[in-house]
């Protein structure tokens, strides 16, 4: 058909262009090429979209017929201008003329160089495509259609803008696989799961999850995602969407939905979804909090069932879920390596306690002890451990633990001489929050803790009247109360305790009740004194030794003879405590690879008392208390040392604590 107003124009050979402002921004340049009819409208199904109401959905097309452009308009509602006039029909296009579509305008040209006056005023004489190529929209420039921040499946659809129907269909899709979620082991589980479930609700061909390699970030960047799953219908290769898009989506925190162009709008490469022909795309944001795990990306390589703004509603309610099963599944993985640095560091502490727990010697005392300890351990009988202050009664509790059925369970110790009668109570069956001053919060007792286990009670005959009676009940297998509570409490413990009182003499003057010394006593196990077993000193000498060497990182030292000797001959009124003690303190001293005698510092606790190998006949024998003798004792160590109660106790081998309970029992206070 001729040209309406330019009859005898003279076309040029070569591509032909559409330069493309909206408003007042510039938005792209199109290529046209000859054999494909590029049609304008408000439908996403266009190839030019133009976001205006005043737009028809399918407005008009541009097509080559011959060697004449031709523009036809498709019925518009509102009509299509070309250099201010209205047309009708087909309208032979030519160089340098104006088409307006509502408030958007395009210049048709073969020269890319040319000039539009009515364009130029905003851009301070610069050519339409030079402003398009110094300001691109994107690096492929994609035409992107529909942008959302929030899914529509947060709040209640509008029936006018939501069919119900289809509402419901997608968020029956949304419910089953937020079901398929939840029972993902991993990371890479977890993606595939949700993009199988995004082809299904979408009408996605080809689409990828990347997350960002070290996790969340709050400064995200394209080149720094990783692509954990891809899936294709057509078994196409996978390729990246643009940086644009991904920088665009991540720095806007909004998913978008893109109209891929076939040809480069910067006209010098293809874009980077060219291999696959991608005619639609979805790229959205995994959002988690303030910050972000990752993107998803969906394509359509079907122009005739193109992505739509629903497929992106869908596509970002999904990606928010999954932000959120990714978070959660980070939290699993936490806990269970937590969990499992827990429960190595539990099985190392019970390998130092089981090594520590080794009662060491070969004397016939010992050896009747481990068959002891051998019998009484896999029953869950209560055993009254009782011997001298540091005889190591303590080591014969976890002894039993540890060979009982009950060693994977905990090992609860607690001495009973520490603390005041209410401290002992809240200590023993825990206390609710408010219920004494200082009580902050709630705390269980040493009961619940060692639900399972085996509680250590050491100096169990300290314990006041008040305690004894509710300690009954609890050792009996009645439920107990935290101190301010009410809610019944069951356990299952094994009791073990220790005392070097004497037990019958206290039940005698009513300071112990006896019901409870019996329920104690099921089983009763003795520790000899370390004076009584004296072959073992060697033995126990060296392991400490060897012990100390471990701990300070040094080499082995070995004891000198004389210094074997001075141990040999010495009473050890603190028992294995005490040797302990003076072991350390000799390699501590100790300036070579030998312990010798002057390293060898001992209390004068054994000269005050020489033991004999026999009882003298002739030699009276006072009728006198062992109280008395402990007073007496006590007494001599305090004048001796000059009343440093510190250092009595360490001689002694016990508590400072229980050292002043002594004196306040016996009333002895220093002289002035």
Not at 146 to 172: F, I, K, N
Not at 407 to 415: E, Q, V
Request: aromatic letters at 6%; proline letters at 4%; hydrophobic letters at 35%.
């Amino acid at each position: 058909m001729p040209s309406a107003h330019r009859p005898d124009a003279r076309q040029p050979d070569g591509a032909a262009y559409l330069i493309v402002r909206e408003g007042s921004a510039w938005r792209d340049v199109f290529r046209l090429a000859p054999g494909q009819v590029t049609t304008i409208g408000r439908a996403p199904t266009n190839r030019i979209v133009i976001r205006d109401e005043i737009c028809s959905r399918n407005h008009c097309e541009v097509f080559k017929s011959g060697t004449q452009w031709t523009l036809r308009d498709l019925g518009s509602r509102n009509g299509t201008l070309v250099n201010g006039k209205r047309v009708a029909g087909d309208w032979e296009l030519e160089d340098g003329e104006l088409i307006q579509i509502g408030s958007c305008e395009m210049g048709f040209t073969y020269d890319l160089g040319r000039s539009f006056p009515e364009f130029e005023e905003d851009y301070d004489g610069e050519t339409a495509i030079d402003h398009v190529l110094e300001h691109p929209t994107s690096e492929y420039a994609p035409e992107i259609i529909h942008r959302t921040g929030t899914s529509r499946y947060r709040a209640s659809a509008e029936p006018e803008t939501v069919g119900r129907d289809r509402t419901s269909q997608e968020l029956a899709k949304l419910y089953r696989l937020a079901m398929e979620m939840g029972g993902a082991r991993d990371e890479r589980a977890l993606c595939q799961v949700v993009l199988d479930g995004l082809f299904e609700g979408t009408c996605a061909d080809i689409g990828a999850i990347l997350l960002f390699a070290g996790g969340r970030t709050t400064e995200p960047k394209p080149a720094l995602l990783e692509a954990i799953v891809y899936k294709s219908q057509n078994n196409l290769p996978y390729q990246k969407v643009s940086d644009y898009l991904s920088k665009v989506v991540l720095e806007k925190r909004e998913a978008i939905l893109a109209r891929d162009v076939a040809d480069d709008s910067r006209l010098a490469t293809r874009d980077s979804l060219g291999d696959i022909h991608a005619q639609s795309v979805i790229c959205a944001p995994i959002r988690g909090g303030d910050a972000t795990h990752g993107l998803v990306h969906l394509y359509s390589t079907n122009p005739d069932n193109p992505l739509e703004p629903d497929d992106l509603e869908f596509t970002l309610a999904v990606a928010d879920q999954l932000a959120t099963a990714l978070e959660n599944l980070k939290e699993k993985e936490t806990l269970a390596d937590g969990l499992a640095r827990a429960r190595d560091e539990a099985q190392t502490l019970r390998r130092q306690l089981q090594i520590e727990s080794e009662i060491i010697g070969e004397s016939d005392a010992v050896r009747a002890l481990r068959d002891t300890i051998a019998r009484i351990a896999p029953t869950d009988a209560t055993i009254l451990i009782r011997g001298e202050s540091g005889v190591g009664k303590e080591l014969v509790a976890r002894a039993i633990h540890f060979s009982s059925d009950r060693r994977t369970g905990p090992f609860i110790c607690m001495n009973c001489a520490a603390l005041s009668e209410s401290l002992l109570e809240s200590e023993l069956f825990g206390h609710e929050k408010g219920s004494f001053t200082g009580a902050t919060e709630r705390k269980a007792g040493k009961f619940e803790q060692a639900h399972g286990g085996t509680l250590f009670l050491d100096e169990v005959g300290e314990m006041s009247p008040g305690i004894q009676a509710k300690f009954l009940r609890a050792l009996e297998g009645h439920p107990f109360e935290r101190v301010g509570g009410r809610a019944q409490i069951d356990v299952d413990v094994r009791v073990v305790a220790a005392t070097n009182r004497n037990l019958e003499r206290d039940v005698q003057r009513g300071a112990f009740r006896k019901d409870l010394f019996f329920r104690l006593q099921v089983v009763e196990v003795h520790v000899a004194p370390l004076r009584e077993r004296r072959s073992d000193i060697p033995m126990l000498a060296g392991h400490f030794l060897e012990r100390y060497a471990r701990k300070a990182h040094q080499s082995p030292r070995r004891l000198e003879r004389s210094a074997l000797e001075t141990l040999m001959k010495y009473d050890w009124p603190g028992n294995v405590r005490e040797l302990q003690n003076v072991i350390e303190r000799a390699a501590i001293l100790s300036r070579s690879s030998e312990v010798e005698r002057e390293d060898i510092v001992l209390s004068g606790l054994a000269t005050d008392q020489e033991p004999s190998a026999e009882p003298s006949a002739s030699a009276p024998i006072r009728e006198v208390s062992l109280e008395d003798l402990e007073k007496q004792h006590i007494l001599a160590m305090l004048e001796r040392l000059d009343w440093n109660k510190t250092r009595v106790a360490q001689v002694l081998g016990i508590e400072r604590s229980t050292l002043d309970r002594r004196l306040k029992r016996y009333g002895v206070k220093r002289p002035r």
